[in-house]
């Protein structure tokens, strides 16, 4: 068949399945219209600029929207009529403050004991990433799967929203849990990185609980997951040593040990990890490319610390129905990354820098550091502002 003949007969196919859809819908005006996923512009990439501004939500613990009401709250804050309706606000001024390139909701995004349908929970609780247009990563949480879905099926559900770019987990790689991803940053447009990653993000699943030798204990970032991420990293150094960032609910039992360290931030509860310790630190320190690890699951922490050069950070308690503490206002951590000036263009990753923003009056913005910096002689460090 001619080229012209060929791209004539698709094209009539698909203006046949448009005008049989929308008679379908003619005939029946009850019937649900397929919709096609908006997509986030992919690959992900740094600004203009020359900056990668990522936003962490860590723990919203949403229910059902107005008629979940807030947990642990000053009286100022809304009394009777604070709801979940408060943790959308905050999102909405984060985004709006921020404009942030990519937000990273790290786990327990619902609350399933209180979320009476999952899925539309969680289109509540995301909804203003989405009527933003902003790209975000999901990952899950101890609580997300108590309601009416599955672990794979959140993690389904969530690929396919609006300006997602989560994964249920890496093709070609038979891995423990549902959420296991990569998601690389490429350089600028005109650069010569256009067409490389200069940041990598893990995503990890670190589980919910489990029973080890008759005792209850939360999950663990398993074998498998941690071959597949050597892997994955082995495979982007062969070609350019760019720093990595990842993403996790629960702790590996090592966190415990910053208390004795000069961490920066608000250390005040114990570490609630697995009573597993599955080497998780060890495979993080061997890859060599993770500069920043961060975390969920414990509301009032949201230090970082340094662990064998690795900064370990909290979110800190992001949701109001999730549990806090009164006059200690929710908070959520922004993660921004900046290039270095090459000849003419935008290079390599300069700085990672992070702070804390609270839902107050002001959004206050406390706790600004550098969690790790690139400099010519290619050393790292790590400073406080």
Known sequence: ?????SFLSVLLICLLSVLLLRLSTLLDPGAAVPRIKRS???????RHDGAFKILQVADMHFGNGAATRCRDVAPEVGGALCSDLNTTRFLRRLIEAERPDLIAFTGDNIFGGSATDAAESLLRAISPAMEYNVPWAAILGNHDQESTMTREELMTF?????YSVS????????VHGFGNYHVGIHGTFGSEFVNTSLLNLYFLDSGDREVVDGVKTYGWIKESQLAWLSATSREFQ?????PALAFFHIPIPEVRELWYTDFKGQYQEGVACSLVNSGALGTLVSMGDVKGVFLGHDHL???CGDLNGIQFCYGGGFGYHAYGRSGWPRRARVIHTELKK????WAGVESIQTWKLLDDEKLSKIDEQVLWRHDDDDSDQSVYL
């Open 1 to 5: 068949m001619p080229p012209m003949s």
């Open 40 to 46: 986030a512009p992919l690959p992900l990439r740094f």
């Open 158 to 162: 969530m690929s396919l929203m609006d």
């Open 167 to 174: 994964q249920v987990n890496p093709p070609g790689f038979l």
């Open 238 to 242: 062969q070609n350019l040593h760019s």
């Open 301 to 303: 922490n949201d230090f």
């Open 342 to 345: 090459g000849q003419g263009s």
